[in-house]
Nanobody, 120 residues
Framework: VQLQASGGGLVQAGGSLRLSCAGSGSSFTIRVMGWYRQAPGKQRELVADITSNRITNYADSVKGRFTISRGFAPNMVWLQMNSLKPEDTAVYYC???????????????WGQGTLVTVSS
């Protein structure tokens, strides 16, 4: 499953950005899509994810500011980021977990990162 992320950029503190990620391929079902981020010198961390039943999960640091949503035809996930802070600066990665229909093989796919820079 290929994931293509877009929407990063430079924004001032307090501003907003919207990240998008599209999943492509054939004969698969995505169970969970999400966004992770990795700041310089830090480990990659979960920002938010959403299940196929639209159950969402957020990191405490982004609750109330970020909103994750999902589409199914095609497979899309968006991350609306409001009230951005300098500490949100990171490379953001799209992730999808699910299975291929043939052989019921699972996958855990990552998109290329998109850089979000929040200036103070």
């Amino acid at each position: 499953v290929q994931l293509q992320a877009s929407g990063g950029g430079l924004v001032q503190a307090g501003g907003s950005l919207r990240l998008s990620c599209a999943g492509s391929g054939s004969s698969f079902t995505i169970r969970v899509m999400g966004w992770y981020r990795q700041a310089p010198g830090k480990q990659r961390e979960l920002v938010a994810d959403i299940t196929s039943n639209r159950i969402t999960n957020y990191a405490d640091s982004v609750k109330g500011r970020f909103t994750i949503s999902r589409g199914f035809a095609p497979n899309m996930v968006w991350l609306q980021m409001n009230s951005l802070k300098p500490e949100d600066t990171a490379v953001y990665y799209c992730n999808a977990r699910g299975y291929f229909h043939e052989g019921i093989r699972v996958f855990d796919s990552w998109g290329q990162g998109t850089l979000v820079t929040v200036s103070s």
